[in-house]
Each structure stands twice: as structure tokens, then as C-alpha cells.
């Protein structure tokens, strides 16, 4: 271990704001440290770096207290990227870079040539080299932000800490900074430990996220098991939504809208799915915060696997049979439960020609029928034109009609006319 915070205690004046932590940073590791505003982060931060002493506790560099080292000792091997820049005197670019170095040298002893080799590859890795020359009080907020990075690489750092060190940068620059990151710590061993608010930034980066809570660790691990569903309700007290691209992919996080969840969350819509129709519709309405269920589909049909993976409710038929007549009363059992049925606009076969059956005698009965009549229905009838026989029926019958996914969500959220056939 590189690092090791022992039951450290701090804050500022008579308030503790940082109660009790302790962790373990290995050496190449990249630590995101997360939390709500005002749970510690900052805090944290700056008794691992030398900046804040602890009331109670140590924090050992290689087993060494770090308040009990030489400054100027601790600076050849921790370096540190504030969160306010602070860059507030004309000065250029290379000579802010330049002050990196100052620990390596002694005093009154000017850079030499490998001095500045170390600055010009610390500003080139950062993309500012072409600034070198700039004044810093010309710079904006994301180019001054890269400059206090060179500046920090400069000090040639065993650990680099950094706080928020993307917040104001644009995406590609964002991207860049933690590609630097992962690839000082791959290639030379550096260690960084970093507070970000972004928790999607952080899941794609970080080898573990360290979550703090009311000035307390909560939990500690790598992305996969720290960021769920749950554990942002608690300690964040918002909804989202976990979604991985693979099975133990990393954790990617959506929002899932206040208002949203607010009016759609006990309203239930089934939706007759099917032949790769309803991927849109199925993240719009996981959007929006419905119940949905959705049926009859075979099993390992593309929409079949997407309800699988958002969580739906699913009736299904086995690969590549007609649909029996259980799976047919189980679907119409959805139906009748739902608030909204919906038809996209899928093929039909005699294997799923039962769907077809089932909206239409639930519209008769009078049950809220959307359908999307997105393309013409003689070009996905397989049936000889018993499909085209029945949808023709079900226009006639009290629907809601309309054109695409978009405007079936509109039905929905705002509530509409029936249409009169």
C-alpha cells in the first residue's frame, strides 16, 4: 500500500467535518473519492495530502506520517491539483509549469535542461503546450485547469491528488485528463486519488470509488458493487437507473426524471412486442417511469432480450413457436390490467397472429388502445391477409391512432380524444 488513512478526524474551527476514516490507496491505483456536497470529500482530500492536519489519526505515505515529513520531502513525492484555480498574476503558462520543479530544487539553484524537458512533456501530456506562452490570466477556466495538471506532473509525483479536477472542462478535454491519468498509472506506476461528482466519469475510470456520506465512508469498492440503485436513493436520495453494457460491465447511471416519476409511476402500459419493434418505445416509457409489461414474445427475440434487460414484465413463448393458448391468456390477463395498451408497428405470422386478436378484442371491450400505424400493414402481413383483415377492424374500433413513438408518449403524459372510426 501506498497509502494508509488511519481513523482520521478533521474539520475546520470547532466542527468536525471529516469523522473516523480510514482506507488503503495501492500503489497504481485510481481512487474516486464520491459524495454528496458536504459530505467530506474536499475534506478528505486534503488531510491525504498534507493540506488540512487531522485531529485524530495518520496518514502514512509508504508507512510514513506525512506531518512528520519535511515539506519540501513530501512535495517530491505527492502533488496536488486544487479545486480553484488561484492563477490570478500575469504569468506565463511555462513559468507556472515551471513552478512544479521548485521541490527538486535546491535553494537558490535556477532549471536546467532536464528541468525544462519535465515541463515541456508535462504541458505536451496536457495539451498546453501551445499556451506555453500565454498569460494565465488570458486563459479560460478549462485551459487553466489543464495548466495546474501540467504543473502538478512537473513535481514528478509518486500520488497525484485532484479535486474535481474535470469540472470545468468540456467532454473532450475531460476524456482526455482521465485518458492521461490511466495512462500515467499503467505506464509509470502514479497513483492518483480524485473527488468527482460525475459518477459516470467515475464508474468508466476509477478501480474503486470510495462513497462518503455525512462526513462518514459509507462504503468502498470498485464501481461494479459500489454504484447500484439503492446505494444512490441512500446516500444521493434521487432515483436513476443501472444499466451495463455487458454481464459485470461497468455501472452506467440515468436519471430518471422528478416529474416523470411522479405522474407515470402507477400507471402500467402493455405493450404487444415483437420482430425488433420496440426498442424506442421501450426506453421511452422506462424514461418516464411506467410499469410495463409486454407479450407474447419469443424467447431470444431482440425485444424480448431488451424488456429482459430494462426490467419489464415479460410474456413469453418459447424460440421460434406459435403462440399457445396459456401464453395467449396470460397476455390478455396483462392487458386487462394495464392503463394503456399499445401496438407498434410489428409483422405478423400465424405464430403471432393471437396478438393481433387480443388488442382487437380489447378495444371492442373498450379498453385504451394506442396504435402506431407507422408502416402500412400489408407490408408486414404473413398471413394471406388475415392480418390486414383484422387491423383494418381494429381502425375501425375506438383507438387511439398515431404516428410514431413520440406522439404515443404524448397520448400518455397528457391524455387524448378518442378516435372516432
Partial sequence: MILNVLGVTCGYGSSAVL??????????????????NGSGKSTLLKAMSRVLPPRHGQVLLQEEDIYKMRPARVARRLAVVPQEAGLDFPFTVEDIVMMGRIPHLKRFQREGPRDREIVQEAMRRTNTLDLAQRLVTELSGGEKQRVLIARALAQEPQVLFLDEPT????????IEIMELLNKLRFAEGL?????????????????KLLVLKNGRIYTAGPPAEVLTEELIREVYGCEVRIEKRYP??????????????????HYRVHVVGG???CGLLFHYLQELGWEVSTGVIN???????????LGFSVVEAPPFSEIGPEEDQLNRQAMLQADYIILPPIPFGSGNLPN???????????????????RDIAERDYTGGEACEIYR??????????????QAMAVMERGAEWVDK
Avoid at 497513483?191 to 476509477?206: E, G, R, W
Wanted: charge should be negative; hydrophobic fraction near 40%.
Fill in 356 to 374: 393481433l386478436k387480443a388488442v382487437l378484442e380489447m378495444a371492442e371491450l373498450g379498453a385504451p388502445v394506442i396504435v402506431i400505424d407507422e
Fill in 19 to 36: 469523522s473516523d476514516a480510514t482506507l488503503q490507496v495501492s500503489k497504481g491505483e485510481l481512487l474516486g473519492i464520491v459524495g454528496p
Fill in 299 to 309: 424467447i431470444g427475440d431482440s425485444d424480448w432480450q431488451e424488456a429482459r434487460r
Fill in 275 to 277: 420482430g425488433g419493434s
Fill in 393 to 406: 377492424k381494429l381502425l375501425k374500433s375506438r383507438i387511439y391512432l398515431v404516428e410514431n413513438a413520440e
Fill in 191 to 207: 497513483t492518483a486519488v480524485m473527488v468527482v461528482h460525475d459518477l459516470n466519469l467515475a464508474s468508466q475510470y476509477c478501480d
Fill in 167 to 174: 469540472s470545468s472542462l468540456d467532454l473532450n478535454h475531460q
Fill in 248 to 265: 459485470g460491465g461497468r455501472p452506467m447511471l440515468f436519471i430518471q426524471p422528478l416529474n416523470h416519476r411522479h405522474n407515470t409511476s
